[in-house]
């Protein structure tokens, strides 16, 4: 019986709905806006501009950046008709002209984000402030990123009284300081720093505020004075009581030991610490996951993780493992599978995930299979095996090394038909794409 031939579709017989999505999901060119992505789209044809203008949410961007942005304010206020919008300031706006069209619809904010100078932030929130009629109670999150920022008593006080005015649940801080004098930070429950180095009794006068704190991203943070001048300058430890996951990136060494040393987080249950910027000791890591033990997935690099296999009492609730590194941490690779295979078979009893991102070579299967043998009599068996490998453009790769990998992964299926195993090809043309791309 033959099958009927599937009908021809084109991109213009899409549904409006789904038109919507793919302008929405549009990426953002540098230079350009959001807005300007549902103009471009919006001069296709008759019918995707009768479908641009009617779906409100692609014009609820209001960006600030030249004389040529006001109108186009206006425009996305109108169009975006009941919506959420989201309000950028950034440093070549009329903060004056800005504000008279941003501050009356501020019942609809949803993000606001400050990437002008100081004085420009300070006038359009006090503009907030005053406009008595203007409740941003959607307001979601504020963000200030500009390097043009500097400390000063009057931008603290303008932005505290932001702060009171305006209880939204996200703040993200880069390329300055967050406010240095007593700030109503308690409704926070989302915080992000990057970029922001202050000395380290700064920090620990800053964190406690945030009592309900549940997310917390720190991304080259710094201290301005050595872990010593910490330790004796600081004498009591920081709780974060509903702390539930953080995350480090490119953390400086000495805030990234007094964090481990002086905080205490109960609930943590999320804890990843990505690249360094400097080598650290990674011993220091132990002592924080001894007394944190709500911890269920922690993502570390090669180098840390076997600190923490040298003590296999601890983590006894973390269910998944992520092992990252690149460059000469993957060197270590195999020493932390030749740790994972020497573990007592009760140690991490609740582990169900094991995430490897590094290069897994042939042999280092070896040490997994027996890994998972191990622990396939314990009440919690391992199910998921995650590798990141790379794959060379070898003419015939299947008679070669990734061939042998591919064979030996077969094999460790087999043997354990209870394990997922997942894997993620990597040319190496895309690993020297990403690397341009990261450059840049």
């Not at 503009?127 to 990123?145: E, I, P, R």
């Not at 180098?303 to 460059?327: A, K, W």
């Not at 290069?359 to 040490?367: E, I, N, Q, T």
Request: charged residues 20%; proline residues 7%.
């Amino acid at each position: 019986m033959l099958r009927g031939r599937q009908p021809f579709v084109t991109v213009f017989d899409l549904p409006d709905e789904t038109l919507v999505q793919i302008c929405d999901s549009m990426p953002v060119a540098p230079g350009t806006s959001r807005t300007a992505n549902t103009v471009l789209f919006s001069s296709v044809c008759m019918r995707w501009r009768v479908v641009a203008l009617d779906a409100a949410t692609l014009w609820t961007s209001l960006e600030f950046v030249g004389p040529a942005s006001y109108p186009m304010a206006r425009l996305c206020l109108h169009r975006s008709k009941a919506c959420l919008i989201d309000v950028s300031f950034f440093a070549q706006c009329d903060t004056q002209r800005a504000a008279a069209i941003a501050v009356p619809a501020a019942k609809r904010w949803r993000h606001l984000i400050f990437g002008c100078s100081t004085d420009s932030s300070i006038s359009i929130m006090d503009a907030y402030v005053f406009f008595k009629s203007a409740d941003a109670q959607h307001l979601q999150s504020v963000t200030f990123s500009s390097p043009h920022h500097h400390i000063s008593e009057a931008w603290d006080e303008s932005f505290s009284q932001l702060m009171s005015a305006a209880p939204f649940h996200t703040l993200n801080i880069h390329k300055t300081h967050p406010p240095l004098q007593p700030t109503p930070y308690s409704h926070l429950s989302h915080l992000s720093f990057e970029n922001t180095s202050m000395i380290w009794p700064l920090w620990a006068s800053i964190l406690p505020q945030f009592i309900i704190l549940r997310t917390l991203s720190l991304t080259s943070v710094g201290c301005t004075a050595t872990f010593h001048d910490h330790e004796a300058q600081t004498t009591t430890s920081i709780v974060l009581p509903l702390l539930e996951e953080c995350t480090f990136e490119c953390a400086a060494v000495e805030f990234l030991a007094s964090f481990l040393k002086f905080v205490h987080a109960p609930v943590l249950r999320v804890f990843t610490i990505g690249r360094d910027a400097n080598p650290w000791d990674p011993t220091l890591l132990a002592p924080f996951l001894r007394r944190t033990t709500t911890i269920q997935t922690l993502k570390v690099s090669t180098s840390h993780l076997r600190s923490v296999l040298s003590e296999p009492n601890v983590l006894p609730n973390i269910r998944t493992l992520i092992i990252h590194g690149t460059g000469e941490q993957e060197l270590s690779l195999q020493a932390v599978l030749a740790d994972l295979r020497r573990l007592p078979h009760r140690a991490f009893p609740n582990l169900v995930n094991v995430h490897i991102e590094p290069r897994v070579y042939p042999d280092d299967l070896d040490d997994l299979r027996a890994f998972v043998r191990k622990r396939a009599n314990n009440p919690v068996p391992l199910r998921h095996l995650y590798f990141h490998q790379l794959f060379s453009n070898e003419p015939h790769p299947v008679y070669g090394r990734e061939g042998r990998f591919i064979r030996h992964l077969m094999e460790l299926k087999h043997g354990f038909p209870n394990i997922y195993c997942n894997l993620r090809f990597i040319s190496e043309d895309d690993v020297d794409e990403e690397a341009e791309m990261e450059s840049e």
